[in-house]
Nanobody, 123 residues
């Protein structure tokens, strides 16, 4: 498994941008597909985006498609989530996760999870 630490969350006005980072420990980071999920108060954790180990394939939830971009730098053991045109409904705790089997929208497919970073979008 890898250990994951998210950063970059905060408070932003609607229409603004944030970039989340997820730093991974371990030499096998480049073999993992990575995902971002989020959980708003009182709601289930939901899929946001995923990227393959090589970065050649990405997938997004319909709610963020065209606004969010997932990317990774394997040399830095880091995955990013660039979030633009933020909306109040994007408010949630954002988690990154690692999956040895490949990209998936299914949270149970992921082996390792970070502690999460809070994103709050004010209207």
């Amino acid at each position: 498994q890898v250990q994951l630490v998210e950063s970059g969350g905060g408070l932003v006005q609607a229409g603004g941008s944030l970039r989340l980072s997820c730093a991974a420990s371990g030499r096998t980071f480049s073999s993992y597909a990575m995902g971002w999920f989020r959980q708003a108060p009182g709601k289930e954790r939901e899929f946001v985006a995923t990227i393959t180990w090589s970065g050649s394939y990405t997938d997004y939830a319909d709610s963020v498609k065209g606004r969010f971009t997932i990317s990774r730098d394997n040399a830095k053991n880091t995955v990013y989530l660039q979030m633009n045109s933020l909306k109040p409904e994007d408010t949630a705790v954002y988690y990154c996760a690692a999956n040895r089997e490949g990209s998936s929208r299914w949270s149970r497919a992921y082996d390792s999870w970070g502690q999460g970073t809070q994103v709050t979008v004010s209207s």
